[in-house]
């Protein structure tokens, strides 16, 4: 048999993890979006595990991250995300139902005891339709004078109304018009709809942040000007590493800062872009005098998000531009480093050449002072054969022994200092480094 790959099954299964749900208008929908961090997991799954209790449904054993259960014509699913939570209540009302939402149909008590904080709390209504004069008559009545989105999609199979926007109540609103999809097709058009909303405000998140940016941004350009002007005047090496310091700490900072936002503006990006292909996937079409979902997005989404790119933008350049600023000085500040060790050098050299002529000079005092040892000595031993009866002139053999042992000290010295040298002309050879 051939291996099957150790993760080929749970691959497989991610892929149908978030199954698109089979509706059959009228259903009344009612969706939560909860930001808590991934820490809150566990609760919340114990949490809905309250609410699979009540029902009477059997909890699973491990927490999974989609959990979906049914009970007569309510159907109730949780989703954990990276950030985030999200609900989805299906309510299959009859046409003759109250005017009631379907997270009414939940124990308000479990309701208020949700965590994380309420991000999109929306309600959709998903109904039959009939064609363009009399759905666009249905989402006035619903709508009111606010001023909404709408466009046909699904190739005309259905219509979709939407205004993004919060309601007296607290919740924002849809309305999805079947016109003949399939169950399928509707329940995959209502979580195209649902998951644009989401990510719409989730994309949103990182706009506040941006906007914060900008004083910070304006403030440090100024700076880092400021300090490139400093350092085009500085002309001591105390000048010159003082400014290293300030660059150094900007530099620091700006990293600091790029990391400390990084994950909000990428997601921010991811989220975008998920928000341009779902609303890509509904295909559609505009509804005379009407502003298409698309239409509506770009000329409010849109801009949010280029701010945020143009801080993420500036704030990569200001970083990039502090390390160049840096790297300049840091070069300068070495050459001013290395010219001071040329310094250096060049008077120990001039001392050592000093030392030299001291040493030849002390050197002709030091062979006269040798010799005059030496010929003491001499001297001392003529004195003594001269005892013993042997005729011999103590000064004449004194005088003749000066100049002899004067000139082998000097020749000892100067063969002495020859092997010194030749040493550390052998030392200092490329061979022998």
């Not at 979580?191 to 906007?211: C, D, S």
């Amino acid at each position: 048999m051939l291996n099957e790959h150790p993760q080929r099954r749970a691959l497989n299964a991610e892929i149908h993890a978030r199954p698109s749900q089979s509706l059959r208008p009228p259903v009344r929908v009612s969706y939560l979006v909860l930001v808590s961090p991934s820490t809150q997991a566990d609760a919340e799954w114990r949490h809905f595990t309250e609410l699979i209790d009540r029902f009477g449904d059997a909890v699973p054993e491990s927490r999974p991250n989609y959990y979906r259960f049914v009970r007569s014509d309510l159907e109730v699913i949780w989703e954990r995300h990276t950030e985030f939570s999200r609900y989805t209540v299906l309510w299959m009302a009859g046409d003759d139902a109250a005017d009631e939402r379907a997270l009414a149909r939940l124990p308000d008590s479990w309701v208020r005891e949700l965590t994380g904080e309420v991000l999109l709390k929306l309600h959709c209504d998903v109904v039959e339709g009939l064609n363009d004069s009399s759905d666009l008559q249905l989402a006035l009545e619903r709508f009111g004078d606010q001023d909404f989105a709408a466009s046909s999609i699904a190739d005309g199979r259905a219509a979709v109304f939407t205004d993004f926007d919060i309601q007296e109540d607290g919740s924002n609103y849809c309305l999805l018009v079947d016109r003949g999809m399939s169950p399928l097709q509707a329940g995959r058009n209502l979580q195209r709809v649902l998951e644009i909303n989401t990510y719409w405000l989730l994309a949103l998140l990182a706009f506040p942040v941006a906007k914060a940016q900008l004083p910070y941004l304006a403030d440090r350009e100024r700076y880092i000007q400021e300090l490139s002007q400093q350092l085009t005047v500085a002309r001591s090496y105390e000048q010159e590493a003082a400014l290293l310091t300030q660059l150094t700490q900007l530099e620091a900072e700006l990293a600091d800062r790029s990391a400390a936002h990084a994950f909000r503006f990428g997601a921010a990006s991811a989220y975008y872009d998920l928000v341009q292909q779902r609303v890509e996937d509904l295909r559609e079409v505009r509804l005379p005098g009407l502003q298409t979902i698309h239409e509506f997005s770009e000329r409010r989404l849109a801009p949010a998000m280029q701010t945020c790119t143009t801080v993420t933008n500036r704030l990569a350049r200001l970083h990039e531009r502090a390390s160049s600023v840096t790297r300049l000085l840091a070069t300068r500040v070495d050459m001013d480093v290395q010219l001071q060790n040329r310094g250096v050098l060049e008077s120990l050299n001039s001392r050592a050449e000093l030392q030299l002529r001291l040493q030849e000079t002390v050197e002709g005092l030091s062979i006269a002072a040798i010799t005059y040892y030496l010929v003491g000595l001499v001297k001392y031993g003529a004195s003594a054969v001269k005892s013993q009866g042997v005729p011999l002139d103590t000064d004449l053999a004194t005088g003749i022994a000066i100049p002899v042992i004067a000139f082998v000290v000097w020749m000892g010295l100067w063969r002495f200092r020859r092997r010194i040298a030749a040493a550390q002309s052998q030392a200092a050879a490329p061979g022998n480094e």
